[in-house]
């Protein structure tokens, strides 16, 4: 017999030897090595297709602040009608550097969400001007939104009253309004606006009387105006609702050491 390959014996032509199993194997083996054959190819087909996806699909989450964003994005179009799903989403934009985005939405968000509901977006608005120190623009877009948020509330009052409801602004959500009255503050101090600041914080503890935090505000307003008196009885009261307050208690300090 020639020194090629005889027929059968499982080698090439250059005499390696191949693995094979002949008609008379034992047919629990030949199953054994089809089932490993198949476990292999689907495992590898499922790790290439999920490599696959995760370097071409856009929307799937590669860390934990793009799963954020998508989820707020998906609550935002879950809830069309929702100012504070709307401004989540445009707030968590801005932090991850995509401002363009951010200001798109808010601009989308104008012309989608009606009533108390566009207050949030004025909100988000303020937020990104506001941390941009763009202090001009915050008092501009303060104003508009406080101009369409108290009309927007009295006409939510009007409808519950026609309909024979006793309905008052306290029964009104207050959180968007009060935020867009201290960024406004805020700004009119950076202004140099103290007394400004002073009477849109007032108007803001007049929706939410007992906040520490906005009598502490208030407080340093006045003692930057150099009412003392005042500025210590804001102080007093801020500790009155939360005893200890250490802001509160800083605030006292520094007016009684002047």
Known sequence: MSSG???GD???????????????????????????YLVVVSTVVAVLYGLL??????????????ARLLTLKNA?????GSGSARRDYILALYDDGQTDEALAQVAQGKADLTGIERTEVYVAQLGILDSQKRYDEVLAVAN??????????????????KK???FTE???????SINILVFKAKAQSEKHDYAGAVDSYTRALSRDPESADLLVARGNEYARMGEKSKALADFKAALQFVPGYAPAIQGQK????Q
């Open 10 to 36: 499982g080698r090439t032509k250059s005499g390696i030897a191949l693995p094979t199993i002949s008609s008379s194997s034992d047919p629990v083996v030949w199953w054994l090595y089809v089932a490993i």
């Open 53 to 66: 996806v995760g370097a071409i699909n856009p929307s799937s989450p590669r860390t934990a602040v793009e």
């Open 254 to 257: 520094q007016v009684q050491s």
């Open 5 to 7: 390959t005889r027929e």
């Open 164 to 166: 024979g409801l006793a």
């Open 170 to 176: 306290a029964d009104l959500p207050q959180t968007a």
């Open 76 to 80: 935002a179009k879950t809830l069309p």
């Open 144 to 161: 508009e939104a406080l101009t369409y948020d108290q009309a927007a509330r009295r006409a939510i009052i009007a409808g519950e009253v």
